[in-house]
């Protein structure tokens, strides 16, 4: 009908000698009945209607979202569960707002292998459907694993708000930053022209942007809006969903751990209101009850006379080292090398030859050639995989000095 509509109307006045056309006119006016029901046709006399222009591309989306739909069963089949299709969200772009959940579905969105889609299944009691994600950020990311998906990060970095706070009259100089950093000394390693050389770095990437002006090699014009419009640009760059997984372990496997789980920090937070008492809000509650008597068999925690749970001091970091102490042993075992657990305030060197997943969260192997540690992963020191690598062990946390950026604190 579509194609052979004149300006979009079609006319199936009938026609008295035209009989085998007879019950498909008989079709074409019910199916029209049911598109002029959807408000995408429009009946201007008997037999002669006008197709909407939304007709093709509504139509297409809808079929498009039941196949998504169907999708969205299949995955929560397969996982045993079950949920009203009314509680399916579909998200064309990242979410307006963070969602925490359970990974059902992960599969390829296009022939390039460039993005994917997730299924999650949503501690708000709703199960979304995420497409266009950045594959490298969920590689960790299994079908159980908990992981939050919000907006692209528009938050504006600190080399920006250092450039703004020091410009002057809008105007930016980098020997006037360089004066700055040596009388304030807080650059590690000393190294104040490189900590000032990647400033400039980051205005000549935001010159090619338009929102910085390079008048000379010790002036740059800086707009009064520079920090927002600088962040307005990463945001448009990285329009992908921020990802943070959670814990690679699903419920059950958290449930028993002998590391700091994400049950755990839910535990010590206190804070349920975003739990859904349905679906996967209603399994997290139960699985926290069961982490709770966990820890209190285990000692780490004990039961008041009020009914509420005092947990051990420092439950968190406790956990989390030792859980690193009994994987260090084990991993010990079958490199045939020593196993020395890094301290606070240490900073450690040595070859970054892998990584190990725990429910603590990732670690990053750091062998010497008569030990090894186990120290807090982070992205940033992937690419020195088989390099030496150096950082600060700082409260759960490392500060990588990696290369012309060490000192940054990266």
């Known amino acids: 009908m579509i194609a052979e509509a004149e300006d979009r109307f079609i006319d199936l006045r009938p026609e008295p000698d035209d009989l085998r056309g007879q019950a498909d006119r008989t079709l074409r006016l019910r199916r029209l009945g049911k598109l002029g029901d959807m408000e995408l046709a429009t009946e201007h006399a008997p037999g002669v209607w006008e197709l909407s222009d939304?007709?093709?591309?509504?139509?297409?989306?809808l079929g498009e979202r039941g196949d998504i739909n169907r999708t969205m069963q299949q995955a929560l089949r397969?996982?045993?569960?079950?949920?009203?299709?009314?509680?399916f969200q579909i998200h064309d772009a990242a979410p307006a707002a963070p969602i925490v959940g359970r990974v059902i579905d992960k599969h390829l969105s296009d022939e390039l292998g460039e993005t994917l889609t997730l299924v999650v299944d949503g501690v708000d009691g709703r199960t979304h459907h995420i497409s266009g994600i950045d594959p490298t950020r969920v590689e960790d990311a299994r079908i159980g694993s908990v992981i939050e998906i919000g907006p692209p990060d528009s938050t504006g970095r600190p080399s920006d708000?250092?450039?703004?706070?020091?410009?002057?009259?809008?105007?930016?100089?980098?020997?006037?930053?360089?004066?700055?950093?040596?009388?304030?000394?807080?650059?590690?390693?000393?190294?104040?022209?490189?900590?000032?050389d990647a400033h400039v770095r980051r205005l000549e990437a935001l010159r090619r942007a338009g929102i910085a002006e390079r008048i000379d090699a010790d002036q740059w014009?800086?707009?009064?809006d520079f920090e927002a419009r600088a962040a307005a640009h990463d945001a448009g760059r990285n329009g992908r969903a921020n990802i943070r997984i959670l814990s690679t372990f699903d419920l059950e496997r958290q449930i028993g751990s002998d590391g700091a789980t994400w049950l755990d920090r839910r535990l010590v937070s206190t804070d349920t209101s975003d739990?859904?008492?349905?679906?996967?809000?209603?399994?997290?509650?139960?699985?926290?009850?069961?982490?709770?008597?966990?820890?209190?068999?285990?000692?780490?925690?004990?039961?008041?006379?009020?009914?509420?749970?005092?947990?051990?001091?420092?439950?968190i970091a406790t956990l989390r080292e030792r859980e690193v102490a009994r994987a260090g042993e084990e991993l010990a075992a079958k490199k045939s090398l020593p196993f020395r657990m890094a301290a606070d305030g240490e900073t450690v060197t040595g070859a970054f030859t892998g990584?190990?997943?725990?429910?603590?969260?990732?670690?990053?192997?750091?062998?010497?050639?008569?030990?090894?540690?186990?120290?807090p992963w982070r992205p940033v020191i992937d690419r020195q995989l088989g390099r030496e690598v150096m950082g600060v062990v700082q409260g759960g946390s490392v500060s990588w000095q990696l290369g012309r950026q060490r000192g940054l604190g990266i």
């Open 54 to 61: 939304r007709l093709e591309p509504t139509l297409r989306e």
């Open 78 to 87: 397969a996982e045993g569960a079950e949920r009203d299709p009314m509680t």
């Open 161 to 196: 708000r250092a450039i703004a706070g020091l410009a002057e009259d809008g105007i930016y100089r980098p020997s006037r930053h360089l004066e700055q950093a040596r009388f304030d000394g807080h650059v590690p390693n000393g190294d104040y022209e490189g900590f000032v």
């Open 221 to 224: 014009r800086i707009p009064s």
């Open 275 to 315: 739990l859904s008492p349905a679906g996967f809000g209603a399994q997290v509650r139960e699985a926290m009850d069961r982490r709770r008597d966990h820890h209190v068999d285990q000692g780490d925690a004990a039961r008041q006379p009020d009914g509420r749970i005092a947990y051990r001091r420092n439950l």
């Open 355 to 375: 990584t190990a997943q725990l429910s603590s969260g990732k670690f990053a192997i750091v062998e010497k050639s008569h030990e090894f540690t186990l120290v």
